[in-house]
């Protein structure tokens, strides 16, 4: 028999080139149930395990899977997507980013298009996300870490789990603290910000392996200089598009 995914000729029940099961059954909804269940609660690589070790061992898990334990984990690059994508649609759903840029007591704006730097970031959250944060914390890191044996795409996936709970952690308690009262929309996102700087630390602690003091005033040098970043990269689309554009 050769196996239906890459026509390699098989004994046994999976094939030795591609690992692919031989029995391959038509496909139900009962089959489609059954390959859900299993990816999110199976015990050696699911969705849910995932989500369980990330809550105390970020640093730990992404070092694990850099360096080669990469069955027992769900694809970083997966859950980061998928995470930002769910994370994106509830928050807009809920409104949460949109309070956060329309507050009810507005001030004066502390710079020029910054309404404008606010609805771009709310309108493009699951984008920026990806191709803006993501990348810039990871590049941060990597500088910093320069002297450890990482490299910058091994920060990535460090960030990619990192980013990815962090999106849970968004759904399941601060929207939800959100809906309940909304007027302290602003406290709600600053105790956000200030856990997700601790998550920050102890990813890197267990990550890097290196002297948490100076884990902690980097993993803030890291924080200051990606919002920096962050703001005059959205700022600077913003303004040229009114100099290109009026």
């Not at 990815?164 to 956000?192: K, Q, R």
């Not at 919002?227 to 290109?244: E, N, P």
Request: include cysteine; hydrophobic fraction near 50%.
């Amino acid at each position: 028999m050769n196996c239906k995914n890459c026509d390699a000729a098989i004994q046994g029940k999976f094939c030795s080139s591609c690992g692919q099961q031989v029995d391959t059954h038509r496909i139900t909804i009962s089959h489609l149930s059954h390959e859900l269940v299993h990816a999110l609660t199976h015990a050696d690589k699911g969705f849910l395990l995932l989500l369980k070790e990330l809550v105390t061992q970020p640093g730990i898990v992404a070092r694990q899977y850099v360096e080669g334990k990469r069955k027992k984990y769900f694809n970083p690059l997966s859950f980061v997507v998928i995470s930002t994508a769910l994370s994106a649609f509830i928050s807009y759903k809920a409104g949460y980013f949109k309070a956060l840029a329309y507050p009810q007591s507005p001030r004066q704006p502390p710079l020029p298009y910054y309404q404008e730097s606010m609805e771009l970031m709310v309108g493009n959250g699951k984008i920026l996300s990806l191709v803006l944060i993501l990348p810039l914390l990871a590049f941060f890191a990597w500088i910093f870490f320069k002297r450890s044996r990482y490299n910058f795409a091994e920060s990535f996936v460090l960030h990619s789990f990192v980013l990815g709970e962090s999106n849970i952690l968004l759904i399941l308690i601060f929207i939800p603290s959100f809906l309940l009262a909304p007027h302290t929309v602003g406290l709600n996102n600053f105790i956000f910000g200030v856990v997700f700087q601790i998550y920050m630390i102890i990813a890197y602690k267990q990550f890097y392996q290196s002297n948490i003091l100076m884990v902690i005033l980097k993993s803030l040098l890291i924080r200051f200089l990606f919002m920096a970043s962050y703001w005059l990269l959205i700022w600077s689309f913003v303004a040229g598009r009114h100099v290109l554009f009026g």
